[in-house]
């Protein structure tokens, strides 16, 4: 059974810096692309960043570039997100999630993590 | 960035009859290895999303075959042959075409 599981949100200043983790199990992480979808409270959802399988190409949302940084560490298992200079408008749950298929050109998201919440409050 | 524009914002509907999507996406989503990467997500309250469909009509494993979709180029909708009870939740669109992917805000589909 796929399963993905995010940790690190909390409360943080604002300015403040979170790293996020999701560690995954039940596949090969090592052979899938992955990606962190975010969802503000009550509204809807947004595409943070993808990693490819072996790290070697990223894409990060443009309003996000310089702040938010993903990365993987495929031996552990694991994805990450690094936030810097968090501002309330980055509150939301962060989900990570994976594509159906693997090595190829994600098309869509199939399995996802129940997200952890990050709220940037003072 | 593509903008992906859901129709109806809200769906009552009453169980056991259809009901229908729209998404309007505002620049065609071909990718030019010839495939259109629009995957259509399930959000129940208080849950994860779910994959219903990708690639505009395959339907992920375990999805019950009420659920279809179809289109092209930048129309595309989902259908929903007979609502059930569980059907009861968000439902999103999403292009995967192009960085960076991009969601319709999300029709509500609620029981009358």
């Known amino acids: 059974e796929v399963q993905l599981v995010e940790s690190g949100g909390g409360l943080v200043q604002p300015g403040g810096s979170l790293r996020l983790s999701c560690v995954a199990s039940?596949?090969?992480?090592?052979?899938?692309?992955m990606t962190w979808v975010r969802q503000a409270p009550g509204k809807g959802l947004e595409w943070v960043a993808n990693?490819?399988?072996?790290?070697?190409?990223?894409f990060v949302v443009a309003s996000l570039k310089g702040r938010f940084t993903i990365s993987r560490d495929n031996a552990e298992r694991s994805l990450y997100l690094q936030m810097n200079s968090l501002s309330v408008e980055d509150t939301a749950v962060y989900y990570c999630?994976?594509?159906?298929?693997?090595?190829?050109?994600?098309?869509?998201?199939?399995?996802w993590g129940r997200g952890t919440l990050v709220d940037v409050s003072s | 960035e593509i903008v992906m524009t859901q129709t109806p914002l809200s769906s009552p509907v009453t169980l056991g009859q259809p009901a229908s999507i729209s998404c309007r996406s505002s620049?065609?989503?071909?990718?030019?290895?010839?495939?259109?990467?629009l995957s259509w997500l399930q959000q129940r309250p208080g849950q994860p999303p779910r994959l219903l469909l990708y690639?505009?009509?395959n339907r992920f494993s375990g999805v019950p075959d009420r659920f279809s979709g179809s289109g092209a180029g930048t129309e595309f909708t989902l259908k929903i042959s007979r609502v059930e009870a569980e059907d009861v939740g968000v439902y999103y669109c999403?292009?995967?075409?192009?960085?960076?992917?991009?969601f319709g805000q999300g029709t509500k589909v609620e029981i009358k």
């Open positions: 999630a994976r594509p159906p298929h693997p090595a190829v050109r994600p098309s869509s998201l199939c399995d």
């Open positions: 039940g596949f090969t992480f090592s052979d899938y692309w």
């Open positions: 990693i490819k399988y072996d790290g070697s190409e990223k």
């Open positions: 620049q065609g989503l071909v990718h030019s290895d010839g495939s259109t990467y």
């Open positions: 690639k505009i009509s």
């Open positions: 999403m292009q995967a075409t192009q960085f960076p992917w991009t």
